[in-house]
């Protein structure tokens, strides 16, 4: 297991955090003007720029219009209000839904906020725009039934903040304090609830300059429950999945998983802060995601989950909730460890599992994925229902937890495409057709076009524009600043050229990124090259050591070995069985995890 690496990226050091309890040094320079995160320590190596200055083009911008008109819609979606049987839930204008929709609705207006935002979309801003100020003037969330599981507030909280950041509306900040000053709580009898999850929104409203009391408490429950996780994830993964094994801690809670990708993530999101608890907690979350990697990962590059993470195997499937929760919680790996690892999983499993789960026009979407499935019973039972029909595309699916969560697909990969740096220069860290505005070192205002048809082809421009800013530039003037550039794990002769002159070697850091620091004019281009050689891959089984072959980004997946698997197994069972109940059909204590 590849653990935390030495941050090696330096920013400029301006004042301390005086947080009580949590010591470091703020991000500085004249990039931050880019982001409204202000109280972020200064060896996080990557920072989101602001929302809706990372633009989509080409196929990509295709298709998050084609959601917009589809799924997402205020007006086509399965959500929107108005819309007969479908106008039940009319997001949360109306306070927090009954839980049988709270998280969906959450879901649909946290991925309309953030697509509203990467497309410049009036219609679906304005509608945005209307729901987070009826929360906001109600003054609390509202619980209609949610009682104190903070899940689905911990879900609508992150529309609340990409809307912050794209409009500085400042009633969000004190809102946010209000509530988790007097109501933030866990279940202690589930104390690996998904309410811990609250603290992303706790921890990015105090970045963003909220209270210090955001902070203190999340890194409070984060504390009092890092014990779990710990035994969990910084500890050896069941070799054999014997019965009898328990090296995973035996909860629902931890296996689910959505859950499991909710919960990974919140250490290393949270371990700046953490003081001498950083390293621990960041490796906490490395370690979890390898673990995933290397026993639950499908080619297609998403964990399997029929709820429960199931293991590796040709007829293991995939919840579309976990392909957006995926890429949701792996971009704040690849901002807060600044791995290039994490772009290269970003990539394959944008390009491969988000297809795969919606239809061409975006208006239907499966539930369940599988890499080879051949054929689906008439009378599969989960939870005591028939589910056969998860593996069929459709425009709404019980419960519609992926009807929602579909809609959050598209707008965190984009927006994550392009990242600030903390020596005042950008990130490339995910490739595919777009445009950024920045600003970089010296306060100079840039624009990048990235003229790709990347997975498709193999070449990537990238054009350099100098904007004019108010200390004005003649003709031939220039600004230095760095470009970094992911070089992806699986190319083994990338070339980079500015201008049609080879920059020599392709050197990465270790972080995976090659940095071409310069002086940049308007026009100068940047070509990057990764040549893709299709590769034969297998992957582990319970029964079986055979799958599919791998191009990287994309794969294309054989029925090897198939006929020799049972058309379906039981989950994995480190000491869980919860998995026997689940897949047999008797009905769990607890309300099901959509």
Not at 156 to 180: E, H, N, Q
Not at 301 to 317: C, D, H, K, Q, R
Not at 562 to 567: E, F, G, H, T, V
């Amino acid at each position: 297991m590849q653990l935390l690496a030495p941050l090696t990226l330096v920013g400029l050091i301006i004042t301390i955090i005086c947080t009580p309890g949590v010591s470091g040094v703020l991000r500085a320079g004249p990039t931050t003007d880019d982001s409204r995160r202000v109280r972020v320590p200064n060896d996080v190596p990557f920072l989101p720029l602001r929302w809706g200055t990372v633009e989509p083009a080409g196929w990509v911008r295709d298709w998050a219009v084609s959601a917009s008109e589809g799924a997402v819609s205020p007006v086509n979606g399965w959500f929107a209000a108005g819309n007969g049987t479908n106008g039940r839930v009319n997001g949360w204008k109306d306070g927090q839904p009954h839980f049988a929709m709270d998280e969906q609705a959450a879901y649909w207006i946290d991925g309309m906020t953030r697509l509203g935002l990467v497309l410049n979309n009036t219609e679906l801003k304005k509608r945005v725009s209307e729901d987070i100020d009826s929360v906001i003037r109600h003054g609390y969330f509202s619980t209609n039934d949610g009682g104190p599981e903070g899940w689905p507030r911990a879900v609508y909280s992150r529309a609340m903040l990409a809307y912050f950041d794209a409009t500085g509306d400042d009633r969000v900040l004190p809102f946010f304090s209000k509530y988790w000053n007097s109501s933030y709580q866990m279940d202690s009898s589930r104390p690996d609830a998904r309410s811990l999850a609250q603290s992303e929104a706790m921890v990015e409203g105090y970045a963003y300059g909220g209270e210090d009391s955001l902070l203190e408490t999340a890194l409070r429950g984060l504390t009092e429950h890092e014990s779990t996780f710990q035994q969990a994830w910084n500890s050896p993964r069941c070799p054999d999945y014997s019965e009898n094994d328990t090296c995973v801690v035996g909860s629902y809670e931890l296996e689910h998983g959505v859950t499991w990708n909710e919960l990974a993530k919140v250490w290393a999101l949270a371990g700046p802060w953490a003081g001498t608890r950083r390293e621990a907690w960041v490796n906490a979350s490395i370690g979890a995601y390898e673990l995933m990697n290397e026993h639950d990962m499908l080619p297609y590059g998403v964990n399997s989950a029929e709820e429960a993470l199931s293991g590796i195997a040709p007829n293991a499937s995939t919840e579309t909730c976990d392909v957006s929760d995926f890429i949701h919680s792996n971009t704040w790996l690849l901002r807060h460890v600044g791995d290039g690892r994490y772009g290269d999983r970003l990539e394959r499993a944008f390009f491969n599992a988000a297809p795969g789960a919606l239809n061409r026009d975006y208006t239907q979407h499966v539930y369940y994925q599988s890499p080879n499935l051949q054929k689906i019973p008439d009378d599969y039972r989960e939870y005591g229902h028939n589910i056969s029909k998860r593996w069929e595309m459709d425009v709404f699916h019980t419960p519609p937890c992926c009807t929602g969560n579909q809609a959050r697909l598209l707008p965190n990969w984009i927006h994550h495409q392009w990242l600030q740096t903390a020596d005042g220069g950008l990130a490339a860290a995910l490739y595919g057709p777009n445009r950024v505005t920045a600003t970089v070192r010296g306060g100079q205002k840039v624009r990048v076009v990235v003229d790709t048809k990347y997975p498709f082809e193999e070449t990537i421009a990238m054009t350099v524009s100098l904007l004019s800013t108010a200390k004005t530039l003649d003709s031939h003037a220039g600004a230095t600043f760095p470009l970094h550039l992911r070089i992806p794990g699986w190319c083994t002769t990338p070339t980079v050229t500015v201008n049609g002159v080879s920059v020599g070697p392709v050197t990465p850091n270790p972080l995976g990124f090659h940095v071409v620091a310069r002086e940049w004019r308007s026009g100068d281009v940047v070509e990057l090259t990764f040549p893709m050689e299709p590769v034969f891959t297998t992957a582990h089984t319970i029964t079986t050591a055979a799958l599919g072959t791998l191009s990287t980004p994309t794969v294309t997946t054989l029925s090897a070995a198939a006929s020799r698997m049972p058309l379906f197994r039981s989950a994995r069972s480190c000491s869980l069985s919860h998995s026997k109940r689940a897949r047999h059909g008797s009905t769990p204590s607890k309300r099901a995890r959509p």
